[in-house]
Each structure stands twice: as C-alpha cells, then as structure tokens.
C-alpha cells in the first residue's frame, strides 16, 4: 500500500532512526509536514535537530529520546563500571543488546572509530573486539530489554542498556546505575513520521507541533520518563511540582550537559555494509 501511495489507516509512525532512514530515504514512503503549522519546531534539542537520516527534519522529529550506555548492578560488580574494558573484565553474568547499531556503536566508541559516519570497514576492530569477547566468555548472552529484571534481581552484573529501561529500576534499586562509557556513549531517537498516502497530514502535524509546546512535552515526560526532546522541559517539569519536579534531577530523564557531549547518534550505513555488519552480528548472537 505505502509503495502505491495508499493510506495505511494511519496519519502517523513512531521509528527508531534507522528505520526512519529507511522510510524516508530509500524507499520513499514518507510525507514532509504540513507547511506553516509547525510553530514548536524550534525547541527541538539542537543535538536533534539536523541528524543524517533527516538533514533539517523535513520528515521526521523525535517523540522521545534515549541514551545507550551501560547499566550494573554495583551489589553484583563489587565495583563501579567506567569503561568498555571494566565490563569486559567483569567475573558477573553480562549482556549486550541485540540491537546491532547500539553493541556495535558502543564498542566502535571503545576503539575510537566515528560512529556518526560508519562503514563496514570502520567498525572492523569494533567487529574484532566483540567477536573475542564472546569466544572468551567475557560477553555470556544478547539481550532485548529483558536484561532489566535480570540486572534488578541481581541475576546479572552488567548490560549495555538504553536509558530508559533502567530509569526506573536506579530509582527503586540505588545498587542498579547507568554510566556512559568513557570512551562515549549513543544517543538516539524514535521519530514521530507521517507515512505516505497519509490523509490528515495537516492534523498529524499539529499534533506532533502540539508536543512541542514545553508545557505540553512535560506532562508527556512525567508520564513516560524518556528523555525529552524538547528544549525548556526542566523548566516545565519544575513547575509542576511534586513527583515531576523530582525527575528534574535524573539524569536518565533530563540529562546533564556533559552526558550530552559524550554520546553521538550511530550515523547511516549504506545497504551493502548494513547486510554485511547484520550477517555478521547475527553470526556473534549465535555463538553467545
């Protein structure tokens, strides 16, 4: 239906970057906003607003934000966790994400490789450290986002996790913490994209704009607790008071401006290296 530019029954999509760049870029399939309705468009983070797979954002604006980074239980470890090399060296039980872009990413950091433009070539140390990892048994399981209870229940030591899955369990379990690597960490986004064929563009644009109001986007973040993409939402969160105001002081919900400059956003692969680095990821997760 979207190749033919039917309507697919809905106005809107939520997708994570590399997904969005796939829509957007390689197979056409989605619509610019509406002009002259996105009034909110310039609190959009800076760090956002121009990313590879939607230079300008005429396609796409982030709904919510996240960090990969890494997530341990420091009751387990029996020690903090500040690098790639601290994780590794790990006795505990540990994980890495099944996501390719967000493993690979971390440990291109480690080898200090640019995430912001990767190649199959680029990530070959990346590749290399990670394939010794699990042949030596420092790296035991690929996870989704099950590795929270595991690291909540003492189960595991360490993961690399997003964000926003642990915000909530630092704040019941103080032993669970998330650290950005110091060699860096990722930041990404999903993205509020209207599909091709769409047929309330207009209103799908305004309702995006309509979270883009601060005050709008800080009742959203109370809500769900994911970093907000919306300049002036601390602000918001403060005025609000009570529970609200408290998360103002998490890092994992309004993060600090060193956490900021420390994380970059995994750039765009073309088709070849991306078929390449998935074979070979899915090879890794098979051998875990």
Partial sequence: MLAKGDSIGRDAVVLDDWIANRLINRLKWAEPFAPGVLKNRANLLPELSNPAHDPGRRFSLPWAVGLTGIAYNRSVTKRDIRSIDD??????????????????????????????????????????????????????????????????????????????????????????????????????????????GAEHRVNATKWIDFFYDPVNAARLTAYVQYISPVVGVADELAKMGGKAALLINDPLVVPTSGMLDSVAN?????????????ERFALLRGAA
Wanted: glycine share 8%; aromatic share 8%; no cysteine.
């Fill in 87 to 196: 994780f590794l060296a790990l006795d505990s039980l540990t994980a890495v994400l099944s996501e390719m872009r967000d493993t690979v990413g971390l440990m291109m950091r480690a080898e200090g490789a640019d995430v912001t433009q990767p190649t199959a070539a680029s990530a070959e140390s990346a590749f290399a450290l990670l394939e010794k990892s699990v042949a030596d048994g420092a790296i035991d399981a690929f996870t989704g986002n099950d590795y929270v209870s595991d690291l909540a229940t003492g189960n595991l030591g360490a993961a690399f996790a997003w964000s926003g899955d642990v915000a909530q369990i630092t704040r019941d379990n103080p032993d669970v913490r998330f650290v950005i690597p110091d060699s860096g960490g990722l930041i990404w986004s999903d993205n509020f994209v209207i599909p091709k």
């Fill in 266 to 278: 995994f750039g765009i692969l073309n088709s070849s290296d991306a078929d390449a680095m998935d």
